[in-house]
């Protein structure tokens, strides 16, 4: 089946700074969405981005459909973004994986 | 737009009983839906896929006698984990997927059930 590889697997960083998080797959995909995970697990969704790029507010995210990846883009971060970011791949069986997560820390 | 509820947010139960959790979509159709679960520090594991008025679809490994799911409308799945025991403590996360022009892929999540089994 399809493999979603998630990089770096943690990050922790100053506020301010700026991070980007990969997502790798293995396979043609359907569709791609980025989703933060908080403190109290609730998933909240952030992009649904099968190709292209797109942008919101301090948060961007560009996937290479070609060549089978995504890339999640936080800039100016702050410590409410601290939490795990997960990609996740619909293939072509319609099967949603998820990769590993990166887990973020901003630190004061 | 697109809010997924579930219900109960957290529950204890005592090994041996079962326990039933619902996923609703609330502003939307859900085609449909999909049930998770999460291990401390790990990712989402897929547990099964279900469409309305028909059969789920369950992941290898997963049980289908132990873990029932019901789709009985557009706006609800319910999954009921059957005799309970400990190590079926997790974090279980609903999902739900309608059509939406332009986004018939997207997945929206509910906010997760605690389950611990004692």
């Known amino acids: 089946g399809i493999q979603v590889e998630q990089s770096p697997p943690d990050l922790i960083l100053q506020e301010g700074a700026n991070s980007t998080l990969r997502c790798n797959f293995s396979?043609?995909?359907?569709?791609l969405q980025w989703f933060h995970q908080n403190p109290w697990g609730q998933l909240i969704n952030l992009f649904y981005i099968p190709s292209g790029t797109k942008q919101n507010g301090r948060l961007s995210a560009t996937t290479v459909a070609t060549e089978r990846y995504s890339l999640l883009y936080i800039s100016s971060s702050q410590t409410t973004d601290s939490g795990v970011y997960f990609c996740a791949v619909d293939s072509s069986a319609s099967k949603i994986i998820f990769g590993s997560g990166t887990r973020l820390s901003i630190r004061p | 737009g697109a809010v997924v509820s579930q219900h109960p947010s957290w529950v204890i139960c005592k090994s041996g009983t079962s326990v039933k959790i619902e996923c609703r979509s609330l502003d939307f159709q859900a085609t449909t839906m999909f049930w998770y679960r999460q291990f401390p520090k790990q990712s989402l594991m897929l547990m099964a896929t279900s469409n309305e008025g028909s059969k789920a679809t369950y992941e290898q490994g997963v049980e289908k006698d132990k873990f029932l799911i019901n789709h009985a409308s557009l706006t609800l799945s319910t999954l009921t984990v059957t005799s309970a025991h400990p190590e079926d403590s997790s974090f279980y996360i609903c999902s739900a997927r309608g059509v939406m022009k332009g986004r018939s892929g997207e997945q929206y999540f509910g906010p997760g059930t605690r389950l611990t089994v004692t």
């Open positions: 396979d043609s995909v359907n569709n």
